[in-house]
C-alpha cells in the first residue's frame, strides 16, 4: 500500500511537474530548441508574476487561489486532456 501524500507532497509534484512542463513544451520564443522562460510564461496572465511562478515551481506556493491561471499555464504548455490521460 502507498503512503498518502499531505498537502505539500502534492504541491512539491506539482510544481516539479509544471516546471517539466514549461521546460518541454513546444517553443514560443525565436531561438529555442523548446520550452519557454517563466517571463514567456506567465505573460498575460493577471494574478501570477514570474516570482510566483517560481516558487508555484519549488513547491512554495500552490494554486490554491488561481485554478484559472493552472489552466492557461496548461494550455501554453500545450496539456490536452488527450495528452494527459495517456501519460
Partial sequence: MAAKRGATG??????????QLRENCPPVEPGRARGMTRKA?????KALSEASLARIE???L???RNVGDLR?????????MKSWSSS
Fill in 62 to 64: 500552490n494554486f490554491r
Fill in 41 to 45: 510564461a506567465v505573460r498575460g496572465l
Fill in 58 to 60: 519549488n513547491g512554495e
Fill in 72 to 80: 492557461t499555464l496548461l494550455k501554453k504548455y500545450d496539456v490536452t
Fill in 10 to 19: 502534492r504541491r512539491l509534484e506539482l510544481g516539479i511537474q509544471l516546471k
